[in-house]
């Protein structure tokens, strides 16, 4: 079946590095993809959203890039901090209404 | 973003009881909301779509009649686990989309609820 998921289990960076957090999917008809992060014991937390007319969108500290050649995603967050450590979910919109989630990546930032 | 608020943070109880879970709206209208499980470093199952007014959706596996769900208001939709047993001590999520009037429709989470069942 159709599922959205994830390389990397564990991620464990530096504190002032950049990190990638990457994730396959292979529903080739999903149009819209979220990057959630989630702290131990809260809810999945928003953190930036693409369409897939799109190959890359910025936030604040954070870069998605989508390559739908590929069907790869990635989170790009810069200049690492430690109140990045969490865990990160990719999500998919299937028929425009349900959200289908990623294994997750969990991010470590060393001191 | 929007808020999403979700009550209790954490219910233990014995088994056989049944335990209700809120979730609701703050700031804005929510036609429809999500509940989603959640077990120790997994990802998100969605368990149903919660629909204001109307029957919830439930995915495939998960019994209608142990999780009742009711949307009674735009604001407000209620998971209610039935004769919990050990087995469905997890963590309960729920989520609301805002209406963006396109294609996207981001939705936000609550905080979950952890459930033990003794």
């Given at each position: 079946g159709e599922s959205v998921g994830l390389h990397l289990p564990t991620l464990s960076v530096q504190e002032g590095d950049n990190s990638i957090i990457n994730c396959a999917y292979?529903?080739?008809?999903?149009d819209y993809f979220i990057w959630y992060k989630q702290e131990s014991g809260k809810g999945p937390q928003f953190i930036i959203d693409i369409r897939s007319n799109m190959d890359k969108r910025q936030g604040q500290r954070v870069t998605v890039l989508l390559n739908k050649t590929v069907k790869h995603l990635s989170l790009q967050i810069a200049a690492?901090?430690?109140?990045?450590?969490a865990v990160y979910f990719c999500a998919e919109i299937v028929g425009g209404n349900k959200l289908t989630f990623g294994t997750g990546t969990q991010l470590k930032v060393e001191l | 973003g929007a808020v999403v608020s979700q009550h209790p943070s954490r219910v233990i109880c014995k088994s056989g009881t049944s335990v209700k879970i809120e979730c609701r709206s703050l700031d804005f209208q929510a036609t429809t909301m999500f509940w989603y499980r959640q077990f120790p470093k997994q990802s998100l199952m969605l368990m149903a779509t919660s629909n204001e007014g109307s029957k919830a959706t439930y995915e495939q596996g998960v019994e209608k009649d142990k999780f009742l769900i009711n949307h009674?208001?735009?604001t407000l939709s209620t998971l209610t686990v039935t004769?919990?047993?050990?087995?469905?001590s997890s963590f309960y999520i729920c989520s609301a989309r805002v209406p963006s009037g396109g294609t996207e429709n981001i939705q936000y989470f609550g905080a979950g609820t952890r459930l033990s069942v003794l």
């Open positions: 292979s529903n080739s008809a999903s690492t901090q430690p109140g990045d450590s | 009674a208001s735009l004769s919990a047993h050990p087995e469905d």
